[in-house]
T-cell receptor, first 114, second 110 residues
Framework: DSGVTQTPKHLITATGQRVTLRCSPR?????VYWYQQSLDQGLQFLIQ???????AKGNILERFSAQQFPDLHSELNLSSLELGDSALYFC?????????????FGSGTRLTVV | SQQGEEDPQALSIQEGENATMNCSYK?????LQWYRQNSGRGLVHLIL?????REKHSGRLRVTLDTSKKSSSLLITASRAADTASYFC??????????FGKGMKLTVNP
C-alpha cells in the first residue's frame, strides 16, 4: 500500500456518460498529480494541484476537469466520454510543490468506455 | 509529449543476470527519476539522481547520469523474477510536472 488511495479501481461506462475518479493523497502530501496511461500515448500528465490550487495543466481535454478539496483529496471528472478515453488513470502525490522529490502513485482507476 | 525514451523497449534475461536500461532525453533537467510498474499496477519510485550527480546506488540498483549526452542508465544487478516489470525514466526540468518516457518491459526468467 503506497498510501495514495484511488477509487474506484475499475469503471465501465457508456459513451456520453460522466464519471468521477477520486484520489486521497499520502498523509502530509500537499501536491496531487493526475496522469492518464494508455497503450499508444504512454503516461500523459493531465493536471496538478497544490494545497487546493491548480498549479499546472498538461494535455487535459476540456471535457475533463479536476479539483482538490480542503481535506486535500482530489477528484477528476470526465464527461461526454468517448471510446478513446478508455485508459488507466493514476493519481500521484508528493511532499513538495516540485518534481524534486519522487512521486507516490496510487494503484489507478481502469476506465473502460463501451 | 514524451521527454525520455527508454532503450531497449523490451529485455528478456535469466535470473541472476544483470539488466541495463538506458534513457535518453531532449532538454536540460534538474533531476531524472526511475520508476517501476508491475502489470496493471501503480508506479513505484525507485531512485532519483540530480543533474549535478553522476552515479547513485540503492541496493541492487545503480543509476548513472551523463548530462553532456543527455542520457541515463539503470543497472539492476543479480536480477530476480520479481524484477519483471515495466521501467520508466522521468525527467524534471524545473517546471511543475514530471515527464515520463514510454517505458520498457523487463522479463526475468526463473
Amino acid at each position: 500500500d503506497s498510501g495514495v488511495t484511488q477509487t474506484p479501481k475499475h469503471l465501465i461506462t457508456a459513451t456520453g456518460q460522466r464519471v468521477t475518479l477520486r484520489c486521497s493523497p499520502r498523509s502530509g502530501d500537499l501536491s496531487v498529480y493526475w496522469y492518464q496511461q494508455s497503450l499508444d500515448q504512454g503516461l500523459q500528465f493531465l493536471i496538478q494541484y497544490y494545497n487546493g490550487e491548480e498549479r499546472a495543466k498538461g494535455n487535459i481535454l476540456e471535457r475533463f476537469s479536476a479539483q482538490q478539496f480542503p481535506d486535500l483529496h482530489s477528484e477528476l471528472n470526465l464527461s461526454s466520454l468517448e471510446l478513446g478515453d478508455s485508459a488507466l488513470y493514476f493519481c500521484a502525490s508528493s511532499t513538495r510543490d516540485r518534481g524534486n522529490y519522487g512521486y507516490t502513485f496510487g494503484s489507478g482507476t481502469r476506465l473502460t468506455v463501451v | 509529449s514524451q521527454q525520455g525514451e527508454e532503450d531497449p523497449q523490451a529485455l528478456s534475461i535469466q535470473e541472476g543476470e544483470n539488466a541495463t536500461m538506458n534513457c535518453s532525453y531532449k532538454t536540460s533537467i534538474n533531476n531524472l527519476q526511475w520508476y517501476r510498474q508491475n502489470s496493471g499496477r501503480g508506479l513505484v519510485h525507485l531512485i532519483l539522481i540530480r543533474s549535478n550527480e553522476r552515479e547513485k546506488h540503492s541496493g541492487r540498483l545503480r543509476v548513472t547520469l551523463d548530462t553532456s549526452k543527455k542520457s541515463s542508465s539503470l543497472l539492476i544487478t543479480a536480477s530476480r523474477a520479481a524484477d519483471t516489470a515495466s521501467y520508466f525514466c522521468a525527467t524534471w526540468g524545473g517546471s511543475e510536472k514530471l515527464v515520463f518516457g514510454k517505458g520498457m518491459k523487463l522479463t526475468v526468467n526463473p
